[in-house]
Nanobody, 121 residues
């Protein structure tokens, strides 16, 4: 089963930028979609952005125009470029995808361990 490992989080001032990476342990070519979620303290996990195998992207309204999701199938990696960061972007960011389980004919959600992004005002 594919595993996801996030990196790139850290502390940044408001207005700054960070790039998150999500490295998969297996080919992501057919993984569809691949996405980034975030969870702030005391809040539910929410979708930030996702990207299909054909490259179609989807963004939460709160990050449109500031964040860009991309995928490099050759490197089995998905990226989240975050610009113009705001304190409200502070959260643990998780990479996500789903894999098909032939035995049960269902899809299984796969999550990374998360990477913390802290934006100071």
């Amino acid at each position: 089963q594919v595993q996801l490992v996030e990196s790139g989080g850290g502390l940044v001032q408001a207005g700054g930028s960070l790039r998150l990476s999500c490295a998969a342990t297996a080919s992501i070519f057919n993984l569809n979609p691949m996405g980034w979620y975030r969870q702030a303290p005391g809040k539910q996990r929410e979708l930030v952005a996702d990207i299909t195998s054909s490259g179609t992207t989807n963004y939460a309204d709160s990050v449109k125009g500031r964040f860009t999701i991309s995928r490099d199938n050759a490197k089995n990696t998905v990226y989240l470029q975050m610009n113009s960061l705001k304190p409200e972007d502070t959260a643990v960011y998780y990479c996500n995808t789903q894999t098909y389980v032939p035995l049960t004919r269902t899809y299984l959600a796969v999550w990374g361990q998360g990477t913390l992004v802290t934006v100071s005002s």
